[in-house]
């Protein structure tokens, strides 16, 4: 299990407007890194805080070794994924590939933040999705073999889920042999989106939230649930009941930012550089 596996933001419909209206000087955007660990003056102790604060938390923070980071380096490069569609709303060839599409975008925010720093090795991380799961096929409105079909096989809540003999959440040893596509077909995460879901919840397993929420945010440039719950997979905490000093909203405190921010992009590198000596570089 992760030391911290599933955590769930909530946030308001009426909350998050807010936020969007009263930002009137908006967090600092992520900058392009630089080659070694130099953050701003402003964000080092708040910084040290947040490290210090998650090894206190978490007394398995760098024994745990199935970080996103970790499925990426699995795979040299790549992450394949699965989507979740809990609900009956019907699903075009379209919205499919929009969804694969902003999903890909949405990750690649993430990992421009280590683009060229400190070892990180890879210029372009590819998303791939290789699967969907619905309860019912009718709902997925396309025939082509684009992608693997899991239709009505149920996990114990009732929800849709892909193979889990597919799933790295299961199979961190890397053995997909009961897989029926091989470890090509199998997938790291899942993302994971249900009719009526308030908030978001993110971790090793791949990120959940709200259908509608989701789609509707298919058009915008920072779809920030997403982008919030894809942090927690790479291992950043959330920040409910305290601020690090000498910063004030940024993505990973909920409801403060809606967009990765330049303190964001320090912590995950701040991250990364503490796990790259796993890799050997």
């Known amino acids: 299990m992760s030391p911290h596996p599933r955590r769930r933001t909530l946030l308001s419909a009426a909350f998050g407007a807010a936020v969007l209206t009263v930002a009137a000087t908006p967090p600092a955007a992520a900058d392009h890194p ?61 919205l499919r590939d929009e969804i694969h599409t902003v999903l890909a975008e949405q990750v ?37 073999d684009s992608v693997d079909l899991y239709i009505g096989d149920l996990d114990g809540g009732g929800a849709p889920r892909c193979a889990p003999e597919c799933d790295r959440f299961f199979h961190q040893d890397g053995d997909y042999s009961q897989c029926p596509g091989g470890e090509e077909a199998h997938f790291d995460q899942s993302l994971w989106l249900t009719d009526g879901f308030g908030g978001g919840a993110g971790g090793d397993w791949g990120q959940r939230m709200g259908r509608e929420y989701f789609v509707g945010a298919l058009g915008q440039e920072n779809v920030h649930i997403l982008l919030h719950e894809i942090g927690h997979t790479l291992g950043l905490d959330d920040f409910y009941d305290w601020t690090p000093t000498g910063v004030g909203g940024f993505l990973m405190k909920a409801g403060s930012a809606t967009r990765i921010t330049e303190f964001d992009a320090w912590m995950a590198r701040d991250f990364w550089r503490h796990l790259k000596d796993r890799y050997g570089l």
């Open 34 to 94: 630089e080659e070694s660990w130099n953050p701003p003056a402003q964000y080092a102790q708040g910084l040290d805080e947040v490290w210090r604060h998650m090894s206190d938390t978490y007394p398995d923070l760098l024994g745990f070794r199935n970080y996103g980071w970790d499925q990426l380096m699995a795979n040299d490069g790549y992450l394949n994924y699965c989507v979740r569609w809990e609900s009956s709303a019907p699903v075009t060839a379209q």
């Open 108 to 144: 690649d925010k993430w990992f421009e933040t280590v683009r060229g720093f400190d070892g990180f090795p890879y210029q372009d991380v590819q998303v791939n999705v290789v699967g969907w799961a619905a309860a019912d096929r009718s709902t997925l409105q396309w025939n082509d």
